[in-house]
């Protein structure tokens, strides 16, 4: 189990949040997802996320350490997926106006984000679990702004009944390295990469409110 401790009004809080699969009945469609039905408009999604507190690395944390444990031995692996996970890492830090950026490290005690790939799907209530990113964040209750200490990310290597496409595991990893960065909560727009499912509707690529909600936790302003 995971503790929490207590200090004073900061919460260590672990903090879980994972990228499903929702499969059809017959399993060959991937993300059958409904209509959106909370499409805004607006420019980001802060207001999706910010009952759940709204979290980003402090400064002094830069360049991130990231640890990728090796997939050798893990049933399903491809180098490919490292290759995928490293241009995530990339993206999400260049459209982060200089507030993110990152480094590999081959220490897995010196990591902030800790990365590792396993075949062992696990079953949610809205399907299969692509992903999933543990946060560890003080949070101020007062301020309802968490300073994140560290990630963990597992990512999972092929779908019970079948491989994954490449298409499908950049979505999810950008995703994944979306809550890892601070996203900590899900946008309600099938469109953005942060919605909770792998959608059809999403592009290879980080929408103008992923990017956008991304940038408002590293405003000044708004922390
Ligand atoms: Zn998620």
Redesign the pocket.
Known sequence: MIKITLLSRQVLLPLF???TFTLSSTSTALAVVSESKNDSGADNYISDIEADGLYSWGQNKLPLKVYFQPGNNVPAYRTKFKEILISCFDEWSQVSNGQLDWTEVTDPQAADILVSWSDQAVEASQGTEAGKTRTYAHYNQQTNHGKIDRAEMRLLTRLPEREFSESEVKKAYL?EVG?AFGIVG?STNPNDIMY?AVSKKQGLELTQRDKATLNYLYTPAAI
């Open positions: 949040f994972m990228l995703h809550h899900h909770f």
